[in-house]
């Protein structure tokens, strides 16, 4: 196994990975999500889009998972930028996420925050 | 009496990561100073190591990464027969094979300390296909410790 101390991906929307963001860090550790726009087998990128948002993402690491352009995917993996803010996650998994209602998704993951903040001022009190 | 060490507590990895060890047998842990003993966690599996009597995977909730241990030898499960509800040898061989890279899991299990840091000994590890599971999962835990793992105990 890799290391216990590997870190989560946190999960954020494609909106809001953006160069004035604070998660928009060299090798940030993410979970994105997005319909797959793109893939190209030779050199393994994908594309997803969320709203206007795109991303490309590296899944060379990956198996066993079928690119279908218009489905909806999920990948974890750190955030590589390159010069001119040219981003790309380097997923370390994957996995075809159709069916989930992303509008939920998003909500929740607000409510999520929200409770982790709770969760942390607590621990620190 | 709190019953909260009975069941398994829904958690946040965060949440479960930082729970406080008392030094009982079985082991045990404080949150919000309620004891609790065993864990429900869903995510996705993020690194996996098998070897011929146990599994090692971590499971990734964004919050966290949960090391869980999944033991494969019937005779140590039964030799350290602690608890009636842990898992065959073969029922465990079979869970492990759903234990992938990528997958979306739920694991439930007792919450233990290896080497100085918490992990959970899965009971029953549960393939998730349909991803508003763990959307569900985040949302029960925020209602789970609003409306009862961080509500006091009344005195007695």
């Known amino acids: 196994m890799a290391s216990s101390t590997l870190k989560p991906g946190v999960p954020i929307t494609l909106q809001e990975l953006e160069p004035s963001s604070e998660i928009f860090k060299q090798g940030a550790s993410l979970r994105v999500t997005g319909i797959l726009q793109s893939y190209d087998v030779d050199s393994a990128v994908a594309v997803i889009q969320d709203g206007s948002a795109m991303l490309k993402v590296d899944t060379q690491h990956l198996r066993d998972i079928s690119f279908r352009s218009g489905s909806m995917f999920q990948f974890i993996g750190e955030l590589l930028i390159r010069p001119d803010d040219d981003v790309i996650l380097q997923a370390r998994v994957g996995r075809n996420v159709d069916g989930l209602d992303l509008n939920l998704y998003q909500q929740s993951l607000i409510i999520r925050r929200q409770h982790e903040a709770r969760l942390l001022s607590s621990r620190r009190a | ?156």
């Open chain 2, 1 to 156: 009496m709190d019953s909260l060490h009975l069941v398994h507590v829904k958690l946040l990895a965060a949440d479960l990561l930082t729970l406080t060890p008392r030094h009982t047998s079985p082991a045990s842990f404080v949150r919000g100073g309620r004891t609790v003993a065993r864990a429900e966690v869903v995510g996705v599996v993020v690194s996996r190591d098998r070897r011929e009597k146990f599994l090692r995977f971590l499971v990734d909730d964004g919050t966290g990464c949960v090391p869980c241990i999944l033991w494969l030898n019937h005779q140590y499960l039964n030799a350290n027969s602690s608890s009636d509800s842990d898992p065959t040898g073969e029922m465990a061989s079979k869970m492990s094979e759903v234990v992938r890279l990528g997958t979306l899991l739920r694991v439930r299990g007792r919450i233990v300390m290896y080497r100085g840091a918490i992990q959970i000994a899965a009971r029953d590890v549960v393939l998730e296909e349909d991803p508003n599971v763990e959307v569900l999962h985040w949302l029960q835990c925020v209602h789970m410790a609003k409306e009862c793992y961080d509500l006091a105990l009344p005195s007695v």
